[in-house]
C-alpha cells in the first residue's frame, strides 16, 4: 500500500525556519522522483518543489533561495527545509510520486506563518 506521512509543521512567526519531513512507503523510493506540494486556504493545492532519484531539484519561483528540498534514499524520506518563511507560505503541506495521475495523497501538515 502506498503511503505518505508528512510531519514537522507547525506555527512560527515572518523570517523563521521549519524542515517537513516525508516517509514514504509503498513505492520504489530511489527510482520516484518526490515532490513537495502545498495548499492554502481557498487556493489550489500547487507544486512546490521536487527532487529527482538522483538528486537534481527543481523549485517554484516564489520559494527559490529560501526552500530547499532534500532526501535519503535508504530511509525512504524526503525533506523541505523552509528558511525566511513568509505570510504566503502558510498552507497544507504535502509529499507525493511525481507521476500521473497524482494519488494517495497524505494528511498532509500544516505550516502558519502569523505575526
Known amino acids: 500500500q502506498v503511503q505518505f506521512v508528512e510531519s514537522g509543521g507547525g506555527l512560527v512567526q515572518p523570517g523563521d525556519s521549519l524542515t517537513l519531513s516525508c516517509v514514504a512507503s509503498?513505492?520504489?523510493?530511489?527510482?520516484?522522483?518526490m515532490a513537495w506540494f502545498r495548499q492554502a486556504p481557498g487556493k489550489e493545492r500547487e507544486l512546490v518543489a521536487f527532487?529527482?532519484?538522483?538528486?537534481?531539484?527543481v523549485y517554484i519561483e516564489t520559494v527559490k533561495e529560501r526552500f530547499t528540498i532534500s532526501r535519503d534514499n535508504a530511509k525512504n524520506t524526503v525533506w523541505l527545509q523552509m528558511n525566511s518563511l513568509k505570510l504566503e507560505d502558510t498552507a497544507l503541506y504535502y509529499c507525493?510520486?511525481?507521476?500521473?495521475?497524482?494519488?494517495?495523497w497524505g494528511q498532509g501538515t500544516q505550516v502558519t506563518v502569523s505575526l
Open positions: 507525493n510520486k511525481v507521476t500521473s495521475p497524482l494519488a494517495n
Open positions: 509503498g513505492i520504489i523510493f530511489a527510482d520516484s522522483t
Open positions: 527532487i529527482t532519484g538522483n538528486g537534481a531539484t
